[in-house]
């Protein structure tokens, strides 16, 4: 009898065991969300343009060629397309974050197009 109950909880034991392997978030997961992910988008330099001029350039200048903040005209050769998406979503010291005034998909349009300026 009592050989049965201990078979039986070593059972329950595995069964929860797997379930928390399944359910608990992997380090890959954890990463992840500290990395925001970048939505794929297809250049549209047009909308990059508008939205630089609508939320940028105060800071940045109209030719982003500098001012309060740094020159963003060769930011391309310095900072690659996911470093541009995470700066712009999350801010930085006196650069704020723009993930709640902007779609991620307007961010990684804005990160692809300052990746091409080198
Ligand atoms: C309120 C002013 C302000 C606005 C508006 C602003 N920025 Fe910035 N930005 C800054 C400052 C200040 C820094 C420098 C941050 C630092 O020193 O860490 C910066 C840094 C950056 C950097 C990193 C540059 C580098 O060389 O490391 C990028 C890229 C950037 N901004 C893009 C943008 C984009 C795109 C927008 C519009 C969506 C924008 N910024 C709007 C102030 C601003």
């Given at each position: 009898m009592q050989k049965w109950?201990?078979?039986?909880?070593?059972?329950?034991a595995c069964g929860l065991a797997l379930v928390l392997m399944f359910t608990l978030?992997?380090?890959q997961q954890v990463a992840e969300e500290a990395k925001p992910s970048m939505p794929e988008v297809t250049l549209d330099p047009?909308?990059?343009?508008a939205t630089l001029k609508a939320s940028c350039i105060t800071c940045h200048g109209d030719q982003l060629q500098g001012g309060a903040a740094p020159a963003l005209q060769q930011v391309g050769g310095q900072m690659d397309t996911q470093a541009l998406f995470n700066v712009i979503s999350k801010g930085r010291n006196g650069m704020p974050p723009f993930k709640d005034q902007l779609s991620p998909e307007e961010i990684a349009n804005l990160a692809l197009y300052l990746s091409e300026k080198k």
């Open positions: 109950v201990m078979s039986g909880l070593f059972f329950v978030p992997g380090k047009a909308a990059a343009e």
